[in-house]
């Protein structure tokens, strides 16, 4: 088997271009669209939109997607990725330097005003100011000496944050006139993988510090609602339902993210462009894509990352077993795939507990799991109904199957 294309990583931030992600995901749905229509019709700033989405459902897909069409339209854009800043002294220190040093044009027009906070913050190092604003180790006199020769207008820490929230009001609205008074749109990306204080000093600024009255700003933010309650409620130590209020308080709207995107035409591409059957008519990709969404929407998964995992790790599989015979039917790796991705926990225990047997099958190994699992275990419900018992068990079509191959396997297959 060889491959016609290259295997990419599944970022679309990589290599995707959005015309052809909207094409395949959400043009029939017309979601992007709308979404563009809401903010440029109605939207009246500053406002903070949230889009709710797992990990895996393509958020970060749709805010490329809008990114590039708010951009085309006249709007000025900021992308910011803050997991990228996680090694970083302060993480609001960095959005704020990233954003001033991609506007000096803006950010000299608001220093002949006065304004001179954000050029000392573009120009100071990381860790300096910002570890005051958000009670790190250094003092509020050591800031002061820092700015010595600055003659900046604070002489008390509520001063100062004051004079930050003042300064970045003044370069979006510098950045907003420029661009024929549209909001700028600032997209911030991966905000549930942060480490949970860099989230919460994030979350915190947008409350207090950027989203203030007459800033031309609006901020969309791809966030799984649910992590960031936690993040919310394990840092205060309050309720889940402070937790959300304390959410929505910050984000004015939350929109979640669809989920009738034509995936089965996405894994089709992929598989075409990996996959070099003997197929003039496609029917074999199409089959296998057919496949692939029927069983992994009954093994309940959700993420279209997990359903692209499942193509590119069996393709990285055939590399490795170039004799093996594909049964495109009813494939052992294939729906051990599918396992992986949808309850990965459990797919661990299946091959550690193989190790326990010399000649370890599905359906023996299943059967040790269920008389060691009780009924609150996470995958124990997996174990008793569904397609596990139904193909791997001892009477399914896989309880024979043994898995010393897939051992071999085994980093192909983590």
């Not at 900021?78 to 044009?105: C, E, G, I, M």
């Not at 008074?181 to 949970?196: S, T, Y």
């Not at 060691?372 to 275990?377: N, V």
Request: aromatic share 12%; proline share 3%; net charge neutral.
């Amino acid at each position: 088997m060889t491959t016609t294309k290259k295997l990419r990583a599944l970022d679309p931030l990589l290599h995707e271009t959005t015309d052809r992600l909207n094409d395949l995901l959400h043009k029939k749905s017309g979601f992007v669209e709308r979404f563009y229509q809401l903010v440029d019709d109605v939207v009246e700033p500053p406002f903070a939109i949230s889009i709710d989405g797992l990990w895996g459902t393509g958020k970060t897909t749709v805010m490329t997607i809008l990114k590039d069409k708010f951009r085309d339209r006249g709007y000025p854009v900021f992308w910011f990725n803050p997991w990228k800043y996680s090694q970083s002294t302060d993480v609001v220190l960095a959005f704020l330097q990233a954003l001033a040093r991609q506007h000096t044009t803006a950010l000299r027009r608001i220093e002949k005003s006065g304004g001179k906070m954000l050029r000392v913050l573009v120009n100071i190092g990381v860790g300096t100011m910002l570890n005051s604003l958000t009670h790190g180790s250094v003092s509020f006199n050591d800031v002061k000496k820092a700015f010595a020769d600055e003659d900046l207008p604070f002489e008390s820490y509520q001063d100062m944050v004051l004079t930050i929230e003042k300064e970045f009001r003044e370069l979006v609205n510098a950045i907003s006139a420029a661009s024929q008074d549209k909001a700028l749109i600032i997209f911030l990306d991966d905000f549930d993988r942060c480490l949970p204080q860099d989230a919460i000093k994030l979350l915190e600024s947008l409350k207090n510090l950027f989203v203030t009255r007459r800033c031309r700003v609006i901020f969309i933010c791809g966030i799984d609602t649910r992590v960031a309650k936690n993040f919310i409620r394990d840092h205060y130590n309050v309720t889940d339902e402070f937790a959300i209020n304390y959410f929505r308080k910050i984000f004015n709207l939350t929109v979640s993210m669809p989920y009738s995107a034509d995936l089965q035409a996405l894994l089709l591409q992929h598989i075409k462009e990996l996959y070099d059957w003997d197929d003039p008519d496609g029917k074999k990709a199409e089959r296998l894509a057919a496949r692939v969404v029927d069983l992994g929407r009954r093994a309940e998964m959700s993420s279209v990352r997990k359903y692209l995992n499942v193509i590119h790790n069996f393709f990285a599989f055939l590399r490795f077993h170039p004799d093996y015979t594909f049964d495109m039917e009813h494939d052992f790796i294939l729906y051990l795939q599918i396992v992986k991705e949808a309850w990965q926990p459990l797919y661990e225990k299946i091959l550690l507990e193989s190790l326990n047997f010399d000649k370890p099958t599905m359906g023996t190994v299943l059967e040790r799991l269920q008389t060691q699992t009780s009924k609150d275990d996470e995958y124990s419900q997996q174990l008793q109904t569904g397609i596990l018992p139904l193909y791997f068990g001892k009477k399914g079509i896989f309880g024979e199957k043994q898995l010393g191959r897939v051992l071999q396997t085994f980093p192909t297959l983590m």
